[in-house]
C-alpha cells in the first residue's frame, strides 16, 4: 500500500519511437521541432513505433532506453519486432525522439 492506503497498481511502460517524416525541409522541420516542445500537432502527426513494453520503470530505463541510446550514439539502426512478426530496421536519423509512458493493461486489472 502507499502512503494514502491504496494498494499499489502495477503498469507495465511502453517506449515508443516517435520517427521523422521522409520528406521534410528545414522550415518543416523547426515547425515539427516546436510542434512536439510544445504538445501541439502541425499537420499530419509523426509516425511513431512501439519498441517493447516492460513491466516496471527500472527495467525500462536499464534495458530499452541504454539500447536506444547506446545505438543511436553509434548512428546504428534501431531494430524493432513488431507482434505481426515482422522486424523493422529504422536509420538513426529517422529518430526524432524517444518516450517512455506508463501503461494499464488488461492482464494487470
Known amino acids: 500500500m502507499d502512503e494514502n ?6 503498469i507495465a511502460y511502453c517506449v515508443m519511437v516517435w520517427l521523422v517524416p521522409r ?7 523547426r515547425k515539427v521541432e516546436w ?26 530505463e536499464e534495458g530499452a532506453l541504454e539500447e536506444i541510446s547506446d545505438h543511436l550514439q553509434q548512428n546504428r539502426p534501431l531494430r524493432i519486432s513488431s507482434q505481426a512478426s515482422r522486424v523493422w530496421l529504422l536509420p538513426a536519423d529517422r529518430v526524432h525522439y524517444v518516450a517512455c509512458e506508463g501503461v494499464n493493461r488488461p492482464k494487470d486489472r
Not at 504538445?39 to 527495467?59: C, D, F, K
Open 5 to 10: 492506503g491504496r494498494e499499489d497498481e502495477k
Open 23 to 29: 520528406r521534410i525541409t528545414r522550415r518543416k522541420k
Open 35 to 60: 510542434a512536439s516542445a510544445t504538445g501541439t500537432n502541425i499537420e499530419h502527426a509523426l509516425p511513431w513505433m512501439r519498441y517493447v513494453v516492460y513491466e516496471s520503470q527500472e527495467e525500462t
